[in-house]
Structures are given as C-alpha cells and as structure tokens.
C-alpha cells in the first residue's frame, strides 16, 4: 500500500507562488509516473503537470510557463513549483503516483485571491 502525503498548500495573491510537495512512502515496488491533478469547486478533477521516472514532463496547456514539476527519486518526492498564480488556480491539488495502479493523496487547498 502507497501512501502519499501533500504539503505545501495556502492563500496567496494574484501574481505569488506556492510550492507544493508529495512524499510518497509504503511502495514495495518502484514508483514509475508521479503527478498533481487539481478539482475547483463543481468541477470535475483535471490533470495539472506529471513526471516520468526518467524525467520526461508533460504539463495542461493551462500552466505551462507558469508550473514546474520535479522529482526526487531517492526521496521518493514530487514538488510542483507554481508561479504567476492567478485565481482560476484556486482548488484542491493532489498528488497521484503510479505503481502497479494508481494512488492518490489526500489533497492540500491552493486558493488565489484577485
């Protein structure tokens, strides 16, 4: 059974960043694709930014420019770097990790005042 615990979450301005961190834990077997995925109030969860074993990034149109992701593979940890925050950023984050299946946390709230 994987864990994975978020951090990182807050209120910030229009404008600010935050940077959110997921450590994953409890994996028998290596961790291949890790990722944040994002769900706004009424809304259905969306995929945010991901990150392959080997480094390989794919991020939605959009936060591109704006987003990083990163990965430590010995830390069994992904951060996502988010800059130039704008309101529509405002919802839940979580982090997915991809094992033999897919496991998710429990989310950390970002929210982006105008």
């Known amino acids: 059974q994987v864990q994975l615990v978020e951090s990182g979450g807050g209120l910030v301005q229009a404008g600010g960043s935050l940077r959110l961190s997921c450590v994953a834990s409890?994996?028998?077997?290596?961790?291949?694709?890790m990722g944040w995925y994002r769900q706004a109030p009424g809304k259905q969860r969306e995929f945010v930014a991901s990150?392959?074993?080997?480094?390989?990034?794919n991020y939605a149109d959009s936060v591109k420019g704006r987003f990083t992701i990163s990965r430590d593979k010995v830390q069994n940890t992904v951060t996502l770097q988010m800059n130039s925050l704008k309101p529509e950023d405002t919802a839940v984050y979580y982090c997915?990790?991809?094992?033999?299946?897919?496991?998710w946390g429990q989310g950390t709230q970002v929210t982006v005042s105008s």
């Open positions: 997915k990790a991809d094992v033999l299946r897919s496991y």
């Open positions: 409890g994996s028998r077997f290596s961790i291949n694709a």
């Open positions: 990150i392959t074993s080997r480094g390989n990034t």
